[in-house]
């Protein structure tokens, strides 16, 4: 079994903010594979259901962001699980807006909802670090991360969640390369190789040969007073 947390913070006001990203990307997973419904648990909301054979439970706790790790220790000593069977959906500044990372164990680098878990359960579970952008200066990071995605960020941010859920079933079988490979494929798809190649001008005239293919009709005295123009 597994546990798949999804950092946020509960409530209307924030359901939109770049600091919510986590939450978004269990809803979408949940919506995609047929998840049961989201139910109080935890002090949070608990959804399961199957990649396979593989049982994954989605966890979007709602202690609010600097409480996260009350809600993951509770579910992961209920169900007896080690911390390394934990995966954690969190928004990252320090990634550009689009870009996606796994990571498995490490340090919070100031997050508060990881500073929290870390302090609940340790610091050796794995992350899925979900690109959010900075915002220039240190002192601007909590407005930044508590407002609401920009109109402009809509297509890479719904890009990025179908291709986290196109990839869930391959992180389930621990495959990271593969759905990091998922998510690439909805942010940046592959370029057709079926365009026609530019026509050259000749090309595009029916019945105009290239200039080089073109009879040369010059008598001699015609090419030498061309050879010195």
């Known amino acids: 079994m597994q546990l798949w947390v999804g950092l946020g913070n509960p409530g209307p006001k924030y359901a939109k903010n770049r600091h919510n990203i986590g939450w978004m990307a269990l809803d979408r997973i949940a919506d995609d594979h047929g998840f049961a419904p989201f139910r109080a648990k935890f002090q949070g909301s608990l959804s399961e259901g199957k990649f396979g054979s593989e049982k994954v439970m989605l966890l979007k706790p709602e202690t609010f962001m600097n409480l996260s790790g009350q809600s993951v220790g509770e579910a992961m000593r209920f169900y007896k699980l080690e911390p390394t069977d934990i995966t954690v959906f969190h928004d990252e500044i320090d990634l550009a807006p689009a870009k996606v990372r796994v990571k498995a164990g490490g340090g919070h680098a100031g997050h508060n909802g990881l500073r929290s878990i870390h302090q609940h359960i340790g610091p050796h579970y794995d992350r899925v670090r979900l690109g959010v952008g900075h915002p220039g200066h240190k002192d601007r990071v909590p407005g930044y991360v508590l407002s609401d995605f920009a109109k402009a960020d809509q297509d890479w941010l719904d890009d990025v969640l179908r291709g986290i859920s196109d990839g869930a079933p391959e992180l389930a079988r621990g495959d990271g390369g593969k759905f990091l490979n998922a998510v690439a494929l909805r942010v940046a ?40 123009r």
């Open 189 to 228: 798809p592959p370029r057709s190789s079926t365009s026609a190649p530019k026509k050259t001008t000749a090309e595009q005239t029916p019945g105009v040969a290239p200039p080089d293919a073109r009879e040369d009709t010059r008598n001699p005295l015609q090419k030498l007073v061309d050879k010195f």
